[in-house]
């Protein structure tokens, strides 16, 4: 999808202030001016705007990003119609499994992390609330892009298939051919194509003929072979999933 070309450049210049806070922490007028080569007086007003919102604030001395962002994080989780009823149901995967389960949605061409939950036995990752990946090289993102419209996953082939590791489907072909398996069967996996060592089955969410996010259950590629990873796990995921469809109809029905 195109990007529009007619944007503010003040606009991305207070977001990549944003994104320093966000990767640095804390840091003075000095500091930024420094680090993102910007003059101190023009450092100095975009941190005054993006303050009198409350967007960042000042702590001795330093600016941080401030809790206002969590009001428009809620309100647009919560506009997800998988998320209200996606959390219980994640919390019993991992329960049931031990392992690490998960809730991705599709945004801007990406699969993105909105719900997760670590098993008794899970392997721990830095994943965060709103982390962003590759449609193309997870089993949450290849469950979701299976289920997009033609034009849309074109779309989003042609802007590249990043390899994550060597085991990243990267060429096209490969992919479409990978994505109709996935529609064939109804689960996605990831044999250790985002991050080695690490395997997942993943199912798609469906509303109305709609893909509207995807469930995964990971671990890591050692435990995740035989029957397990063929067919009591994806069995799990394609299951919680029907589960989630018929919550989210009659939700929407009002029955």
Request: charged share 25%; with cysteine; hydrophobic share 40%.
């Amino acid at each position: 999808m195109g990007q529009s070309t007619n944007v503010l450049k003040s606009i991305g210049t207070a977001f990549n202030v944003l994104e320093h806070l966000k990767e640095r922490g804390g840091r003075s007028v000095t500091e930024l001016s420094n680090e993102l080569d910007m003059p101190k007086s023009t450092v100095q007003v975009y941190l005054n705007s993006l303050a009198a919102e409350d967007f960042v604030v000042k702590r001795d001395g330093k600016y941080t990003i401030g809790l206002q962002f969590l009001e428009y994080g809620f309100f647009a989780l919560w506009n997800e119609p998988v998320f209200p009823q996606v959390k219980p149901k994640i919390e019993e995967m991992a329960a049931e499994t031990g392992e690490l389960a998960a809730c991705f949605v599709e945004e801007c061409g990406t699969a993105v992390f909105i719900y997760g939950t670590e098993g008794d036995r899970s392997i721990r990752t830095d994943l965060s609330m709103g982390d962003r990946s590759g449609l193309h090289c997870t089993a949450s993102g290849k469950a979701i892009m299976a289920h997009l419209p033609a034009a849309r996953v074109r779309e989003i082939v042609d802007r590249g298939l990043d390899r994550k590791t060597e085991n990243t489907i990267a060429d096209p072909d490969e992919l479409l051919d990978e994505l109709e398996r996935i529609r064939g069967r109804g689960y996605a996996y990831s044999l250790e194509e985002s991050v080695e060592n690490m395997r997942a089955v993943a199912a798609p969410v469906l509303l109305d003929d709609r893909v509207v996010g995807s469930i995964s259950l990971a671990g890591p590629a050692n435990r995740f072979v035989g029957e397990y990873f063929e067919d009591e796990i994806p069995s799990i995921v394609t299951g919680t999933a029907n589960e989630l469809e018929l919550k989210l109809t009659y939700s929407e029905s009002g029955i």
